[in-house]
């Protein structure tokens, strides 16, 4: 349960909402069966980049004494390394036998999908250019955990794509990946000093809490587009309700929380995804 970083896993369930919403707001379409094996893959591939990256993490050495995060099994010796790649298997072979149902139901695309979100899990901490080493963890977590989670959902629902379902896509990407920053921006140090080249070391302290904080308004400015430019009504905004949630935590990172005092904020985030696709995936049913 540990390995598996429940907190975590909002992050997949948010996506297969929100796609569920558009396709039914765009085009009238939800089908249960997809919904449930899109709901149970998206999961599956969490857990199983979870475990990835506890792993690989270990053996590169970037999980230390000195880290200040949750614990990680694998170097707190809880589960030996051939366990969690054992486990890591079972969850990506998982994902991917439950997914062949969403392949026949939407064909090809949904197989390069699945195969990739598979990949990606697994290159995220590990092969020869591990995508968290080199700074590009950031992009691919938007894409895989947003645009690509969102607008695949809302294809095996309709079996086709409408717009909606990229903009809709934008705020979930934007808020999974303000997880992943307070992560990375509380771990800098240590980062850093295993070669552990992410975004936020690359952007440093300063440069981080401000993508933070970008990628938290960005996602408010969507709806209110929406709104806006008159593509959905009034509904959309409501969104704007987490805003309780939100503005304390970003008061927390642009004030400076280092360390430990960052943990919360990294829980708060994660609730902060969850209510607001709650919230989205309501505005785009009721719009």
């Known amino acids: 349960m540990m390995a598996a970083r429940l907190p975590t896993l909002p992050a997949a369930i948010v996506p297969v909402l929100v796609g569920s919403a558009s396709a039914a707001s765009a085009a009238g379409a939800f089908h249960l069966g997809a919904f449930v094996a899109a709901l149970v893959a998206s999961l599956l591939i969490q ?7 506890d792993l690989y993490d270990f053996k590169r050495g970037a999980d230390t004494e000195a ?6 099994v694998t170097h707190a010796g809880l589960l030996t ?4 790649a054992r486990g890591t298997v079972v969850c990506f072979g998982l994902a ?67 717009p909606l379902a990229f903009v809709a896509s934008l705020p979930v990407g934007f808020l999974v990946t303000a997880i992943l920053v307070v992560n990375n ?41 929406l709104w806006a430019a008159g593509l959905r009504g009034p509904f959309i905004l409501l969104p704007a309700l987490s805003l309780l949630v939100s503005v304390p935590l ?16 990294l829980k708060g985030t994660g609730r902060l995804h969850l209510l607001f696709g709650l919230l989205l995936a309501a505005g785009l049913l009721w719009s």
Do not use: C
């Open 47 to 53: 857990i199983g980049t979870n475990l990835a990256n």
């Open 67 to 72: 880290r200040t995060g949750p614990v990680r």
């Open 81 to 84: 390394p051939a366990q969690v």
């Open 96 to 162: 991917f036998l439950v997914g062949l149902y969403l392949v026949f139901r939407g064909g090809w695309p949904v197989l390069v999908i699945g195969l990739a979100s598979i990949a990606a899990g697994v290159m995220y901490t590990a092969g020869p250019w591990p995508l968290a080493y080199i700074g590009l963890g950031d992009v691919f977590t938007f894409l895989f955990f947003g645009v690509i989670a969102v607008v695949g959902t809302h294809y095996v629902h309709a079996l086709s794509v409408d």
């Open 185 to 225: 921006l509380r771990d800098i140090p240590t980062d850093a000093a295993a070669g552990k080249r992410t975004m936020a070391v690359r952007l440093g302290d300063r440069g981080t809490r401000w993508e933070y904080a970008l990628l938290v308004a960005g996602a408010y400015v969507v709806p209110l587009v």
């Open 250 to 265: 970003l008061r927390t990172v642009l004030g400076g929380a280092t360390g430990f005092s960052l943990n919360p904020v």
